[in-house]
């Protein structure tokens, strides 16, 4: 049965920072990678970072590049976000994924964790 667990998150200032987590089971974790997605009430799911599954390559979206930074512990089973430099429009319910081809696998979602910026 595959699972996605998430923790962190939480309410922040602008400017501050936080470190999300979300441990894996289900799956061979170092095959695959792994990825970060956000919603935002009323808006689509949306892309925000990737890494591979050996953690030797990441990507971004544009509005998170040089303040989001994810990584993975393979012998752990963990993936993390670390979100620095928030802003009230990183405000979304963040989720974590499998990757396969690009995409997410399947239906397999983290629970979801709310992250609030204030103004």
């Known amino acids: 049965q595959v699972q996605l667990v998430q923790s962190g998150g939480g309410l922040v200032q602008t400017g501050g920072s936080l470190v999300l987590s979300c441990a894996t089971s289900?799956?061979?974790?170092?095959?695959?990678?792994m990825g970060w997605f956000r919603q935002a009430p009323g808006k689509e799911r949306d892309f925000v970072a990737r890494?591979?599954?050996?953690?030797?390559?990441?990507y971004y979206a544009d509005g998170v590049k040089g303040r989001f930074t994810v990584s993975r512990d393979n012998a752990k089973n963990m993936v993390y976000l670390q979100m620095n430099s928030l802003k009230p429009e990183d405000t979304a319910v963040y989720y974590c994924?499998?990757?396969?081809?690009?995409?997410?696998?399947?239906?397999?979602w983290g629970q979801g964790t709310q992250v609030t910026v204030s103004s």
């Open positions: 289900g799956r061979t974790f170092r095959s695959y990678s």
């Open positions: 890494i591979s599954s050996s953690g030797g390559s990441t």
């Open positions: 994924a499998f990757m396969v081809g690009g995409k997410p696998l399947g239906d397999y």
